[in-house]
């Protein structure tokens, strides 16, 4: 549901859904990043954010998947949580990550199960 940069500068690069929901992912990228190290970084294409490295540099990634839809059979609290990713990757000023944060499965109620 997020994933997350960090560099040896001790930056920390957080990015989010945009507060989409919904299969098409993000339209805007709004005021979600105002303030934060990677405010002017970020470009939005087709609900893929496009990332500009900022510095050569090691960078620490962690990506956590989003969250499984639940439905009458399978509880909320029954669903699958996502897998949590780690990696450590050199990256080169001026490199673009393309990046796709999924959003949360929702709630079914036309059917018994969800996938």
Avoid: C
């Avoid at 805007?28 to 970020?42: C, F, I």
């Avoid at 909320?76 to 990696?87: C, N």
Wanted: hydrophobic residues 35%.
């Amino acid at each position: 549901k997020e994933i997350v940069l960090g560099s040896i500068a001790d930056q920390r690069m957080k990015f989010t859904t945009l507060g989409a929901t919904g299969r098409q992912g993000p339209t805007t990228l709004g005021d979600h990043y105002r303030g934060q190290d990677h405010e002017h970084l970020v470009t939005l294409h087709d609900g893929i954010q496009h990332f500009t490295v900022p510095g050569t540099g090691t960078y620490n990634i962690e990506a956590a998947g989003a969250a499984a839809g639940w439905g009458v059979s399978n509880p909320m609290s029954d669903r699958g949580r996502g897998a949590v990713l780690t990696g450590t990757f050199h990256l080169e000023q001026g490199e673009t990550l393309r990046i796709l944060v999924g959003q949360e499965g929702a709630e079914n109620t036309a059917r018994w199960t969800v996938g």
